[in-house]
């Protein structure tokens, strides 16, 4: 376990914690410096684990488990973007294969935001397309876009498990 506290006072709440540790660890975890993390924070201790884990992560230094990216909500949103970001997060809570999703909120500029996830969605006016590694696959209705992503995670999913 690498420790790297700042004392008793450790960190405060999310999420800033996580930016805080991540910036101090990089350097650490990049020179194979440590494996393990557990980020000092006020609240329960379950999420000082999971912060720790998410920076690793991060850091590609695990591999188990989705990363989730998602643009900031700016003005050309044509979705609710925390809403279906809160509602992707609760679905890859499942997912153990070690994929990057991105949720994007706009169809013009989301794709090539996210172009290095694998699996993607951006949101449009009354409908979503689904892409992955910046290339659309489909385009869906937005009552079905988050099925759709489901959908197209478990097929990679499964393409993953058997090459």
Same mark, same amino acid.
């Not at 809570?93 to 989301?110: D, F, Q, R, S, Y």
């Not at 449009?124 to 937005?142: Q, W």
């Given at each position: 376990?690498?420790? *790297?506290?700042?004392?008793?006072?450790?960190?405060?709440?999310?999420? #800033?914690?996580?930016?805080?540790?991540?910036?101090?660890?990089?350097?650490?975890? @990049?020179?194979?410096?440590?494996?393990?993390?557990?980020?000092?924070?006020?609240?329960? #201790?379950?999420?000082?684990?999971? *912060?720790?884990?998410?920076?690793?992560?991060?850091?590609?230094?695990? !591999?188990?488990?989705?990363?989730?990216?998602?643009?900031?909500?700016?003005?050309? @949103?044509?979705?609710? $973007?925390?809403?279906?970001?809160?509602?992707?997060?609760?679905?890859?809570?499942?997912?153990? *294969?070690?994929?990057?999703?991105?949720?994007?909120?706009?169809? $013009?500029?989301?794709?090539?935001?996210?172009? +290095?996830? +694998?699996?993607?969605?951006?949101?449009?006016?009354?409908?979503?397309?689904?892409?992955?590694?910046? $290339?659309?696959?489909?385009?869906?209705?937005? #009552? !079905?876009?988050?099925?759709?992503?489901?959908?197209?995670?478990?097929? *990679?999913? @499964? !393409?993953?498990?058997?090459?």
């Amino acid at each position: 376990m690498l420790a *790297t506290g700042r004392g008793a006072s450790g960190y405060g709440s999310l999420p #800033s914690p996580r930016l805080s540790e991540t910036f101090h660890l990089a350097h650490l975890l @990049a020179e194979g410096i440590g494996d393990t993390i557990r980020v000092s924070l006020a609240g329960p #201790s379950k999420e000082e684990v999971k *912060t720790g884990f998410e920076i690793l992560k991060s850091l590609n230094l695990r !591999e188990k488990g989705p990363i989730l990216v998602a643009c900031p909500s700016c003005g050309r @949103a044509d979705v609710d $973007v925390l809403k279906l970001t809160a509602s992707v997060e609760k679905f890859i809570k499942e997912v153990k *294969t070690p994929l990057k999703i991105a949720v994007m909120g706009c169809e $013009v500029n989301g794709p090539g935001e996210g172009k +290095d996830a +694998d699996i993607g969605i951006a949101g449009g006016n009354g409908r979503a397309i689904i892409f992955r590694k910046g $290339v659309k696959v489909k385009i869906v209705a937005e #009552s !079905e876009m988050l099925e759709a992503l489901m959908e197209e995670v478990r097929k *990679t999913e @499964a !393409e993953m498990a058997g090459s």
